[in-house]
């Protein structure tokens, strides 16, 4: 365990190249004799392409070929992924329907890719496809969740199915009792950077991949099972990626599509999607409706809970996810049922986007907790410290930490709760109202497999190797501590490579997982080092002979004894001496079975003020405060980033974001940035974050949980609760746009 010091706040090791233009992100990268795709998109939802003329594009400059489902060339593994199966993170069941791109005329969804056009440049390439027309048998298609909600399905995957403990209807039966629906708007991830990919064969069966993808690995294995190829043949790079939020959590069909025409032109080919594109191919957080059902008596005490979500999915590919979970362990409840639904829609199919299901699930609870506390007439965290719970109840175990009374107490100080006045609408300043909400979010801690290399050189400095990627935020940083915290290097004596399957194995950058995973990978190889060098130096013959390692610092490249600061080494003199030039260490860490006695989580409360205008029903989040109970933070400044940047995600959860979907045709109206709003500096208050900073004593060596899901779920509920604290209006269905507060 790492001693219980603050960590240095240290500048992002990436950050003056990420502002200068030397970040290379996959578009930037260009090859010789590369060429260039572009995607032509289905203008129907659902039917079958009846005609496709291809002839004025084929023959328009610099054009080299225009893929369509007549001559796409084959993709050998395609039973198996285009995707998902393969990126390590949860499986993803079949349903009856297949698509394969470019392989029938069927129409699954709208913006379906019908044909890749491909020529010399990109601007070429954009107008051939713009030459393609397509005639259609069109069938209506149904995009419209809350029309089918009763043709939900239990998925087969690992969120399927029902809970339940106690009695499932004993909330039906309490004091005081609460029924509530909540509806989520389709959500687009929009990072800014767009999607595609580079793709160049270099060899008959050796590939080599840029990518805008949050795992490597992932990648890597995904292209190895479509090309059915020795993975050990593909070779991804991915060190800079301009945004993620869950979208490159798998391979996407185009992503495949690319290779498989690359490999058939001989060129290596870049794709790089348009916005629009981004909507419909890329994923997208899935439409859900969800009901609570709450029962208390009048104490406060909870009796029952019941928690049902139906969410939409696409006919091809059930997509779930961990919408219901938290209500299962959250509070000391003994009677607790939920419900997961999903609906097969004429839609693409959705993937995980910021604090995915989680962030969807506390939006409900989190309200409805909300609206429970003001029936019973308590105080919103009055009522949750009444139904806190010290250990899982869905498990029966202990968690590993949890700190949340004392973030509960710290955030409320911070926002100045007690200005708050529990009658909604009794606060003004001048033509505002204002008010005061808060929420509680929660996300899994992992700790999942993953390794990692460190040398050490005889001039003290030392790099840190990990295929994982850094998304955004400030993974180099974070793992730069770490290493800096094991062997005492200076952080600017430490270079961390990443990025790149070169490197040893790591997993996808997602589910807030990565500090822990990897981190721990670079504690393990950094403590490997150190434990030679203690060796090194404690051996007979050597300058601390007989030393025991607890008795030794490490620290600015001198070994020392403790507690006679002037017994000392360098650690070059002890690597010349031994006739080293590096110490090597690579290790592969994983968490141990003990940690399955433990219900691994981290917290986070939000609070915010938001003022309301009467007039004109605009909402403004005026004052933020997020505390996280994510364990040790490992780098203060960017941890802090992070949770600003989750917690403006926030924002356009609660206030502005929603993909509209024009149901008589399946297709979104609003699929660009000027219309889909996510939060823009106007929108953004200067944000409080908090960490509670203690270290888990179970996960890892360094006691980090994870912190970046946490940021964003439940923000929204927490405006939400804000609003009706201002106004009185308790508004269920995200986003708040002024017409639902008027
Ligand atoms: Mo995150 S939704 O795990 O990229």
Redesign the pocket.
């Known amino acids: 365990m790492i001693k219980d010091t603050k960590n240095p706040p240290i500048d992002r090791i990436d950050g003056r190249m990420k502002v200068t233009g030397g970040a290379k992100y996959f578009a930037d990268f260009e090859l010789p004799n590369m060429a260039y795709c572009v995607l032509v998109g289905s203008e129907i939802a659902k039917g079958t392409i009846t005609s496709l003329d291809t002839k004025r594009a084929t023959g328009a400059p610099g054009v080299m070929g225009v893929f369509t489902h007549q001559n796409m060339p084959p993709i050998p593994g395609f039973d198996a992924p285009v995707g998902g199966e393969a990126d390590g993170?949860a499986p993803k069941p079949k349903t009856e329907e297949t698509y394969r791109i470019l392989s029938s005329p069927k129409i699954l969804f709208d913006g379906q890719p019908i044909a890749i056009v491909v020529a010399d440049s990109f601007e070429r390439a954009t107008y051939a496809a713009s030459l393609i027309k397509a005639t259609y048998n069109k069938q209506t298609a149904r995009t419209d969740l809350q029309k089918h909600v009763a043709e939900g399905i239990a998925p087969r995957g690992a969120e399927g199915g029902n809970y339940s403990r106690g009695k499932a209807d004993a909330y039906q039966t309490a004091p005081v009792t609460l029924e509530a629906n909540y509806t989520i708007p389709v959500e687009v991830h929009n990072p800014m950077e767009l999607h595609g990919i580079l793709a160049h064969w270099t060899g008959a069966n050796t590939l080599m991949i840029y990518a805008k993808t949050?795992g490597v690995n992932a990648t890597q294995n995904a292209m190895a099972q479509a090309f059915k190829i020795d993975p050990k043949n593909i070779h991804v790079h991915t060190e800079f990626m301009g945004g993620?939020?869950?979208?490159?959590?798998r391979t996407w069909p185009q992503e495949t599509a690319v290779v498989a025409i690359a490999r058939k032109i001989g060129r290596p080919l870049k794709l790089v999607m348009n916005r629009s594109q981004m909507f419909t191919l890329v994923g997208h957080r899935p439409y859900t409706v969800q009901t609570i059902n709450l029962g208390a008596d009048t104490d406060g005490k909870l009796i029952g809970i019941a928690h049902a979500a139906t969410a939409e999915t696409a006919s091809y590919e059930d997509f779930t996810e961990a919408t219901v979970n938290m209500t299962k362990f959250m509070y000391a409840c003994p009677n607790v049922s939920t419900r997961y639904r999903i609906v097969r829609l004429d839609r693409s199919v959705p993937?995980?986007?910021?604090?995915?299901g989680e962030a969807t699930g506390a939006f409900a609870l989190e309200s409805a907790m909300d609206e429970m506390a003001h029936k019973l007439n308590l105080d919103p965290i009055e009522f949750r410290l009444r139904n806190y719970t010290e250990t899982d109840p869905e498990h029966n175990r202990p968690y590993s930490s949890k700190h949340l009374k004392e973030a509960y107490q710290r955030g409320a100080e911070a926002i100045g709760w007690n200005n708050r006045k529990p009658q909604p609408g009794s606060q003004r300043d001048g033509e505002w109202l204002v008010g005061y909400g808060m929420s509680t979010g929660v996300f899994n801690a992992f700790r999942w497999e993953a390794s990692a290399r460190a040398l050490l050189k005889a001039d003290g400095t030392l790099t840190v190797q990990s295929a994982v990627t850094d998304?955004g935020p400030g993974t180099g940083t974070a793992l730069t501590v770490i290493a800096h915290n094991v062997l005492g290097v200076p952080v600017d004596g430490i270079k961390v490579e990443y990025g790149d399957t070169s490197l040893p194995k790591a997993p996808?950058?997602?589910?807030?997982?990565i500090v822990s995973a990897v981190g721990s990978a670079v504690y393990d190889a950094c403590t490997a080092i150190k434990q030679t060098l203690i060796e090194l130096a404690s051996k007979d013959g050597g300058p601390m002979a007989g030393r025991q390692a607890d008795e030794l610092t490490l620290a600015d490249g001198v070994l020392s004894v403790t507690t006679e600061p002037g017994k000392k080494v360098t650690v070059s003199e002890l690597m010349r001496t031994n006739n080293l030039t590096v110490i090597d260490k690579t290790k592969d860490s994983k968490g141990s079975p003990e940690l399955e006695k433990y219900s691994m989580y981290s917290f986070s409360v939000h609070f915010v003020q938001v003022r309301v205008n009467p007039l004109t029903g605009v909402v403004r989040v005026a004052k933020a405060v997020s505390v996280a109970d994510s364990g040790r933070i490992i780098s203060p400044k960017t941890a802090a980033s992070q949770m600003i940047g989750g917690v403006t995600g926030g924002i356009g959860m609660a206030l502005t974001e929603e993909a509209v979907i024009d149901h008589r045709f399946g297709r979104y109206v609003n699929n660009n940035l000027a219309d889909y709003h996510v939060a823009v500096h106007a929108d953004v208050p200067a944000i409080e974050t908090i960490f509670i900073d203690k270290p888990d004593p179970i996960i890892n060596p360094m006691g980090a949980k994870g912190m970046?899901?946490i940021a964003l779920i439940g923000f929204a509920g927490a405006v939400a609760n804000a609003v009706f604290n201002a106004t009185g209006q308790r508004v269920r269905d995200l986003p708040i746009t002024p017409d639902k507060v008027m």
Do not use: K, N
């Open positions: 993170l949050q993620g939020f869950g979208m490159g959590l993937i995980w986007m910021r604090g995915p998304i996808s950058q997602g589910g807030s997982a970046g899901e």
